[in-house]
Nanobody, 124 residues
Framework: VQLQASGGGLVQAGGSLRLSCVAS????????MGWFRQAPGKEREFVAA????????DYTDPVKGRSTISRDNAKNTVYLQMNSLKPEDTAVYYC??????????????????WGQGTLVTVSS
């Protein structure tokens, strides 16, 4: 699977962004899709994931209530809508895909494929 993320940019605190990630190469609908982020000097951390069949989402606590992950299997695209952005949301955001096989989707090292990342900068 090849993943292409986009939608990052510079936004003021309290603003919104929608990140997109387009997949190609394999059957997108077979994969759990995740978003991770990595701030300067920090490890890559889980942000959100969405199941392949049910579309059930899951979020890390810092973004819960402010972000929505969704997917459009017909368009091979996963989205991350982020609202009420805070300076601490500043990071490079990565989309990733994992084929479900009984492993946790919270951990970056479990993912099979990664996009190139898109930078989100939130100014105070």
């Amino acid at each position: 699977v090849q993943l292409q993320a986009s939608g990052g940019g510079l936004v003021q605190a309290g603003g919104s962004l929608r990140l997109s990630c387009v997949a190609s190469g394999r059957t997108f609908s077979n994969y759990i899709m995740g978003w991770f982020r990595q701030a300067p000097g920090k490890e890559r951390e889980f942000v959100a994931a969405i199941h392949r069949g049910t579309g059930t989402p899951d979020y890390t606590d810092p973004v819960k209530g402010r972000s929505t992950i969704s997917r459009d299997n017909a368009k091979n695209t996963v989205y991350l809508q982020m609202n009420s952005l805070k300076p601490e949301d500043t990071a490079v955001y990565y989309c990733a895909a994992v084929y479900p096989r009984g492993i946790s989707y919270f951990y970056a090292h479990n993912y099979d494929y990664w996009g190139q990342g898109t930078l989100v900068t939130v100014s105070s």
